[in-house]
């Protein structure tokens, strides 16, 4: 089949990054990249005509006109008028599908503002933020085009809308909730009210204009979530060994809005895994610090339980087992996207963007496109091994504990059974951690900066925290320049007691 052509048109230099984003996102995405062929002026090669009547000739050819509105209107020809307005104009006289994204931004040009009102009047328009907001609308909208002139008969699940649910279908103290959350951590414009409740919905593109209610408003929202998705749940179980098989120490089935899954499958993991205790601290407080990062448990489980194929009878499923966390996520990489790829920064191609887009509001993803080098980051900071993922029938993320010998270690539960002592001090308390800096240090004057780079960890205050501060004060490391302990140019060595370690270390290895 042709592809339709999609004109994108803005204030170039002002939208030059997201202009480049969308119409990446369009060609890789693998229903969008069949049907679709964005268009950008700044790639029309060299050509003997000018740029007015080269930009308007394919404004005017495109079936889709495509706007980004912010605060510049741009430059102006003799008649006062800019070639976004031009392309807008030619597009209009056409009779394309016009779609404007307007940034939600305090003040606008004058001119600028005269084309918003403009074209308030006149086309379908979606504000945006951030650039997830701006994605999340380019694929409702796109999918609104593809339903409406039959070339997509069956939308993709969170986008789809539902035959029987309605608005009274939904839980209002759960939107309340969500408004809040989005309004704190994403300046979320809207706010909370029964009467607002619809334009909410359709900010969120999970209503229709017809007042039908997408999947993924029930996914988050609805009374009953398994009412209507009975799959929709998260299997969490915790195993004594290395493998699945009985008994079980644990299980339980989770239930409930997208947010709740999250929030209780996360609860079980954090519940169950070690905690290591601190010095208690001047406001007698004790510093607990648990065995896995929080924040990558939690970043593993949002993205399956977000990124998941909701058509599968299959349900995300958390397993705790003794030397590994695995989540495990019944679905398929988005097309193009690779292993590889998902542990480098790579462009964000959620394969359930109308869901993704209110987890991202409320603070539940940082940021699209970071979730797994952000639980990478976080595995290794901690001094845990890389996690691993896999894509088989279904898409596997693994987080690594502790050694177990290690965790006993560090609590000062492992006896010695040599003359019925307790270990030495050196045994309980020389863990793995002190272990990599000595080995990263070796005989060598080094850098705070030139460890880390040895040891491949990127958080300075977890590395001083976790690594350095425990060498010091345990008589294995030491600053050379004790007196200044912030100079730029402070560096560490090895004292006799951390080289006769780094010897023992070498000896066994």
């Known amino acids: 089949m042709n592809r339709i052509k999609i004109f994108i048109s803005s204030v170039q230099n002002e939208f030059a990054k997201e202009r480049r984003q969308i119409a990446d996102y369009i060609r890789q995405d693998a229903l969008f990249s069949m049907c679709f062929e964005p268009f950008l002026f700044e790639e029309l090669p060299a050509q003997d005509k000018s740029a007015q009547i080269a930009y308007l000739e394919q404004a005017s050819k495109a079936e889709i006109y495509l706007l980004l509105l912010g605060k510049r209107y741009g430059y102006m020809d003799a008649e006062g008028i800019s070639p976004t307005e031009r392309e807008y104009n030619a597009a209009t006289a056409h009779h394309a599908y016009r779609i404007a994204f307007i940034k939600d931004i305090s003040e606008r040009e004058a001119k600028e503002e005269a084309f918003k009102q403009k074209i308030d009047n006149s086309v379908i328009r979606n504000t945006f933020r951030s650039y997830e907001e701006l994605q999340g609308g380019v694929y409702a909208s796109l999918i609104e085009y593809m339903t409406s002139n039959q070339i997509l008969r069956n939308a993709p ?192 191609n959620p394969v359930n963007p109308v869901l993704a887009n209110p987890v991202y509001l409320s603070g539940y993803i940082e940021q699209m496109g970071t979730g797994t080098t952000d639980i990478i980051d976080h595995c290794l900071e901690y001094g845990l091994r890389k996690p691993e993922f896999h894509q088989d029938d279904d898409f596997r993320v693994v987080l690594w504990r502790l050694e177990v010998q290690e965790r006993g270690e560090e609590r000062g539960t492992e006896r010695g059974t040599e003359r019925g002592t307790e270990k030495s001090e050196v045994e309980l308390l020389v863990n793995k951690k002190i272990s990599r800096i000595v080995l990263a240090i070796r005989g060598d004057t080094k850098t705070a900066r030139e460890i880390m780079e040895i040891m491949q960890l990127k958080g300075e205050d977890n590395f001083r925290k976790r690594y350095l501060h425990p060498s010091i004060d345990f008589g294995f490391v030491r600053s050379l320049y004790p007196e200044a302990p912030k100079r730029r140019d402070q560096a560490y060595y090895l004292t006799e007691k951390g080289l006769a370690l780094y010897a023992e270390i070498s000896k066994e290895n």
């Open 157 to 348: 699940f969170d986008a789809s809308a539902h035959p029987e649910a309605s608005i009274d279908d939904l839980d209002k103290n759960k939107i309340k909730w969500f408004v809040g959350m989005a309004r704190e951590k994403r300046q979320f414009p809207l706010q909370y009210s029964e009467e607002n409740i619809r334009q909410i919905l359709l900010s969120l593109h999970l209503i229709t204009e017809d007042d039908k209610l997408k999947n993924a408003a029930l996914l988050l929202f609805a009374k009953d979530v398994q009412k209507w998705f009975v799959s929709a749940t998260v299997k969490c179980a915790h195993f004594y060994g290395t493998k699945i098989q009985k008994p079980i120490i644990s299980q339980q089935i989770y239930g409930g809005s997208v947010f709740e899954m999250v929030d209780m499958a996360v609860g079980f993991v954090m519940s169950r895994i070690d905690q290591h205790v601190g010095e208690r601290t001047h406001s007698a407080q004790v510093d607990v610090t648990p065995e896995l990062p929080a924040q990558a448990v939690t970043e593993a489980i949002v993205n399956a339980v977000v990124h998941r194929n909701y058509t599968s009878n299959g349900s995300v499923q958390v397993m705790l087992f003794k030397d590994r966390l695995e989540v495990w996520n019944p679905g398929k990489l988005p097309q193009g996207m690779t292993i590889a790829k998902l542990t480098k920064e790579h462009n964000s």
